[in-house]
């Protein structure tokens, strides 16, 4: 081991720890019992799904160009891209997401799913 | 009769990462643009025999040529930005600190460097910050394969050493 290797190890491992405690923080923070889906295509805001009130599973497919698509289903509570044609099908292995912070990314077709918290958007409970 | 010699040279060695690159693509991955990079070996070891200029050109056409075969234009994208970032530090590295770093930090960050840069593009196709929430994963798999591979950048460098041809094919 050399001079610089011991330099270089306390920094990496610096770096993983202040980014591994950045995403458990960010995590932490926006964690919410609303779950509310949000699909975003090439930067714009698709659809937004409250899963909370979803009582049917519905399907949905997503149109990307001419040909390419992704199809997600919807149950109550979760959602999951179950198929898609881009050619490594990262989006469809990635399975149910539930939680808030947690996402499906398709980088090829520019998609990503993510599961928001907090509860802006929506009306409060009545007593 | 030295330049062909060095183009032909040059070739196996973007053809062997090709070979590297489509077999890795075989193994499941975890996340998003977890590219285990284990090609990059290849450009690795090509810096310390060559020089930069070289380990540029194989990785940039290991990228290109990568892409046709398996992936689709957005995949080179990603890979471009990785390799070219990747590549650009380990030769600032080489150059300036190579008596005061072992090889296999140089790949350890290398490898880091090449999944930030596939982040970054990631994170501006998509138009969303969140998909940093992959980071520590991808920078620990960084470091792992990393250091594997800089591992295998000594052992091939020392037996590429005993072969007489790239002798004479060295600058």
Redesign the interface.
């Known amino acids: 081991m050399k001079k610089g290797d011991k330099i270089v190890a306390i920094i990496v491992v610096c770096v993983l720890i202040l980014s591994s405690a950045g995403v458990y923080t960010y995590m932490k923070l926006i964690k919410s019992n609303h779950h509310i889906a949000q699909i975003k295509q090439d930067g714009k805001i698709i659809k937004t799904i409250d899963l909370d009130t979803v009582t049917q599973n519905q399907e949905l497919k997503i149109p990307y160009g001419n040909d390419d698509y992704n199809t997600i289903t919807i149950e109550p509570g979760r959602i999951k891209i179950t198929d898609a044609d881009c050619p490594d099908k990262l989006c469809v292995k990635t399975g149910w997401i539930s939680q808030s912070g947690q996402t499906i990314v398709c980088l090829p077709h520019k998609l990503i799913i993510a599961i928001q918290g907090g509860s802006k958007t929506v009306d409060e409970n009545v007593y | 009769m030295n330049k062909t010699k060095k183009m032909v040279v040059l070739s196996l060695l973007v053809s062997i990462a090709l070979i590297i690159y489509v077999i890795e693509g075989q193994i499941?991955?975890l996340?998003?643009?977890i590219k285990l990079g284990l090609a990059n070996l290849i450009s690795l070891t090509a810096l310390i025999i060559f020089g930069w200029k070289e380990a540029l050109l194989i990785m940039f056409l290991r990228t290109l040529l990568g892409s046709m075969f398996?992936?689709?234009m957005?995949?080179f994208m990603?890979s471009i930005a990785g390799g070219l970032l990747s590549n650009i530090i380990m030769i600032l590295l080489y150059k300036y600190?190579k008596?005061?770093?072992?090889i296999w930090?140089i790949s350890?960050?290398g490898a880091?460097f090449h999944n930030i840069g596939q982040l970054l593009v990631?994170s501006f196709?998509?138009?969303?910050l969140?998909?940093?929430?992959y980071?520590?994963v991808l920078?620990?798999s960084a470091?792992v394969t990393g250091y594997f591979i800089g591992i295998c950048t000594n052992f091939l460098i020392k037996h590429l050493n005993k072969i007489p041809v790239l002798n004479s094919v060295k600058k």
């Open positions: 499941p991955v996340f998003p643009g398996g992936g689709s957005s995949a990603f600190f008596n005061s770093i072992s930090s350890i960050l880091i990631a196709v998509i138009q969303d969140r998909i940093y929430i980071l520590p920078l620990i470091v």
